[in-house]
């Protein structure tokens, strides 16, 4: 009876063939290119009529691991890997749209994401509209007669609010659109959105994938029909990943369930710690009772991911001092690294949002957004506090939780 692994061993177990060297973890294939046995072999792999690695800009077996193994994860049929995440969420839409295409977004989305669609998308005359992730009953009165695509992030960035990927799901079946989910905020271990009928989950592998902020790299995940036109796009427009990044990032994934359960417990922990605290006008966390959308977490997601914000009182001037008097926190704009980072979207990532803009995403003047890491809690309690503490004036002090 062949019996299907667990997540975990999944994760820790999926390699390439062995060499003959009968190496325990997968060499680095740094290749640009693979020889052919001979000129027949040579025609009949270019011809897709056998299958092998031919050239690093079309696959790779460090790049195949990794697509391989994310693939079982995230329970899809195939993959690509590319540069970038952003080359992720660009390369599945460029090859699915064409020109008077419409795609129909949720509204808060990842900045590039967002200027893809604003900016160089109307170039070839592909349209947007974004809809309100809390107004679900308006999104099917903005379906067009040309919206082709549905694409979305869930937990939003940094509003950290839900879409409910079973209704989406439906919605887009009924409709007959393609869905791409962004599942980089909860990663696989978290949701799987094909599994609620997403046709491309797309990643960016950078943040919690890789997990200790080393390499930047994407993913696209999805039924095989969709992933061959993914395929040609990439292969001859070239997003291609490295196989040293590969080779990380396949490496990584084998720790990303013991990974994103600290996280989550971390962020859990902070998000309660720092609830109805005096300093803060809110607390969000999907995984928080108090949160809009807690029940659906609770629905879709194993855990509620590893990042929290919160709103401190004192607007952007107190928000940008806090950052200031962190001791250990990193000011940095990445997230999903072992170190707990906090950003203030207001002043940096959404910046370039007009203040109506930013409202409607759920940032506020004082809006933080740390991506809890994997030190010990007290640790990271203690730098928040005394932040708070310092931004104000106040003294400061030790926490033992
Ligand atoms: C970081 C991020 C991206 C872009 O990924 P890069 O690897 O930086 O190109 C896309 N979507 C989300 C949700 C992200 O957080």
Redesign the pocket.
């Given at each position: 009876m062949e019996r299907k692994q667990h997540f975990e061993t999944q994760a820790v177990r999926t390699q390439t063939e062995k060499s003959s060297h009968r190496e325990h973890t997968a060499p680095i294939y740094m290749t640009s290119s693979f020889t052919f046995e001979d000129a027949e072999q040579a025609r009949a792999l270019f011809n897709d009529e056998q299958e092998g690695n031919i050239y690093t800009r079309f696959s790779n077996p460090n790049n195949n691991e990794l697509v391989e193994k994310l693939c079982l994860l995230e329970g899809t049929e195939d993959g690509i890997t590319t540069a970038?995440?952003?080359?992720?969420?660009f390369s599945s839409m460029a090859a699915l749209l064409q020109s008077g295409d419409h795609i129909l977004a949720s509204r808060s989305?990842?900045g590039?994401?967002h200027q893809i669609l604003t900016r160089i998308f109307p170039k070839w005359g592909i349209t947007h509209t974004y809809a309100d992730i809390d107004k679900p009953e308006s999104w099917e009165n903005l379906i067009q007669p040309n919206t082709k695509l549905i694409f979305v992030?869930t937990p939003?960035?940094p509003g950290l609010d839900l879409v409910d990927l079973e209704w989406l799901g439906k919605l887009a079946g009924a409709h007959g659109l393609l869905l791409i989910v962004?599942n980089?905020?909860a990663t696989p271990y978290l949701q799987q959105p094909a599994s609620y009928g997403a046709h491309i989950v797309?990643?960016?592998?950078?943040?919690f994938i890789d997990g200790q902020g080393r390499t930047?790299?994407?993913a696209i995940l999805g039924k095989k029909e969709l992933i061959q036109e993914v395929r040609f796009f990439a292969r001859h427009s070239g997003p291609a990943l490295s196989p040293f990044n590969g080779w990380i990032l396949s490496k990584s994934l084998e720790t990303l369930a013991v990974r994103m359960d600290r996280h989550c417990d971390n962020a859990l922990k902070l998000a309660e710690y720092l609830e109805g605290h005096a300093e803060l006008e809110f607390v969000k966390y999907p995984f928080l009772s108090s949160h809009p959308q807690y029940e659906l977490a609770k629905k879709q997601m194993k855990k509620g991911g590893g990042l929290i914000t919160f709103s401190v009182k004192g607007g952007v001037e107190r928000g940008r001092k806090f950052l200031d008097s962190l001791q250990m926190l990193s000011i940095t704009a990445?997230?999903?690294d072992t170190r707990t980072i906090a950003t203030h979207p207001a002043s940096t990532t959404h910046s370039k949002l007009s203040a109506e803009e930013q409202q409607q995403v759920g940032i506020t003047p004082g809006l933080v957004r740390v991506s809890v890491g994997l030190e010990n809690i007290n640790d990271i309690l203690e730098d928040i506090e005394n932040a708070l503490r310092a931004s104000k004036g106040i003294s400061q002090v030790a926490v033992d939780k």
């Amino acid at each position: 009876m062949e019996r299907k692994q667990h997540f975990e061993t999944q994760a820790v177990r999926t390699q390439t063939e062995k060499s003959s060297h009968r190496e325990h973890t997968a060499p680095i294939y740094m290749t640009s290119s693979f020889t052919f046995e001979d000129a027949e072999q040579a025609r009949a792999l270019f011809n897709d009529e056998q299958e092998g690695n031919i050239y690093t800009r079309f696959s790779n077996p460090n790049n195949n691991e990794l697509v391989e193994k994310l693939c079982l994860l995230e329970g899809t049929e195939d993959g690509i890997t590319t540069a970038s995440g952003m080359a992720a969420m660009f390369s599945s839409m460029a090859a699915l749209l064409q020109s008077g295409d419409h795609i129909l977004a949720s509204r808060s989305l990842f900045g590039s994401t967002h200027q893809i669609l604003t900016r160089i998308f109307p170039k070839w005359g592909i349209t947007h509209t974004y809809a309100d992730i809390d107004k679900p009953e308006s999104w099917e009165n903005l379906i067009q007669p040309n919206t082709k695509l549905i694409f979305v992030e869930t937990p939003s960035n940094p509003g950290l609010d839900l879409v409910d990927l079973e209704w989406l799901g439906k919605l887009a079946g009924a409709h007959g659109l393609l869905l791409i989910v962004d599942n980089c905020f909860a990663t696989p271990y978290l949701q799987q959105p094909a599994s609620y009928g997403a046709h491309i989950v797309a990643h960016s592998t950078t943040k919690f994938i890789d997990g200790q902020g080393r390499t930047i790299g994407g993913a696209i995940l999805g039924k095989k029909e969709l992933i061959q036109e993914v395929r040609f796009f990439a292969r001859h427009s070239g997003p291609a990943l490295s196989p040293f990044n590969g080779w990380i990032l396949s490496k990584s994934l084998e720790t990303l369930a013991v990974r994103m359960d600290r996280h989550c417990d971390n962020a859990l922990k902070l998000a309660e710690y720092l609830e109805g605290h005096a300093e803060l006008e809110f607390v969000k966390y999907p995984f928080l009772s108090s949160h809009p959308q807690y029940e659906l977490a609770k629905k879709q997601m194993k855990k509620g991911g590893g990042l929290i914000t919160f709103s401190v009182k004192g607007g952007v001037e107190r928000g940008r001092k806090f950052l200031d008097s962190l001791q250990m926190l990193s000011i940095t704009a990445n997230l999903g690294d072992t170190r707990t980072i906090a950003t203030h979207p207001a002043s940096t990532t959404h910046s370039k949002l007009s203040a109506e803009e930013q409202q409607q995403v759920g940032i506020t003047p004082g809006l933080v957004r740390v991506s809890v890491g994997l030190e010990n809690i007290n640790d990271i309690l203690e730098d928040i506090e005394n932040a708070l503490r310092a931004s104000k004036g106040i003294s400061q002090v030790a926490v033992d939780k």
